[in-house]
């Protein structure tokens, strides 16, 4: 993480890590379907530890339910810190649904 991800605090600011959670449950619903995928809902995100400018940003993802036309991913955020390398903290963890779409924005089957 860098500077420019800070808020006024200092600390990283929440939204650059939803969207890097809205990328990596992407990415793992692309995986399972070749689909085009839009989000449709993000499930209560709580944020456990903070993330600090020269943390390193995992982000683990794993297919919770396959719906009809949807894909839940869960995924998993670690933070590694700068000054304790090998040392992970849970920051987050969040359930994303994807919904596969067709070329008229319309959902489409991802069985
Ligand atoms: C995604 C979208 C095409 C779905 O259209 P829709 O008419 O709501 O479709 P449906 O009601 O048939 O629901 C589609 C799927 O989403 C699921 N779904 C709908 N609302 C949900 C919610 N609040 N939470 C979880 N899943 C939900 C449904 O269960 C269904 O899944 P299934 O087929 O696997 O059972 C439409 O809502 C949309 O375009 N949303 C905007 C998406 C977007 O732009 N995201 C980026 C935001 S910047």
Redesign the pocket.
Same mark, same amino acid.
């Given at each position: 993480m860098l500077p420019r991800d800070t808020n006024a605090l200092g600390t990283i600011f929440g939204g650059v890590i939803l969207s890097h959670i809205d990328l990596a449950g992407g990415v793992a619903a692309a995986r399972e379907a070749r689909r085009h995928f839009?989000?449709?809902?993000m499930?209560e995100v709580e944020f456990i530890a903070p993330v600090y400018v020269g943390d390193v940003v995992s982000f683990y993802t794993s297919l919770q339910?396959?719906?009809?036309? $949807?894909?839940?991913i869960r995924v998993e955020v670690e933070a590694e810190r700068f000054n304790e390398p090998g040392h992970n903290v849970q920051v987050t963890a969040a359930e994303v649904?994807y919904?596969a779409?067709d070329e008229a924005?319309?959902?489409l $089957?991802?069985r």
């Open positions: 839009v989000t449709r809902a499930r339910r396959r719906g009809t036309t $949807s894909l839940t649904v919904v779409i924005g319309k959902p $089957s991802v």
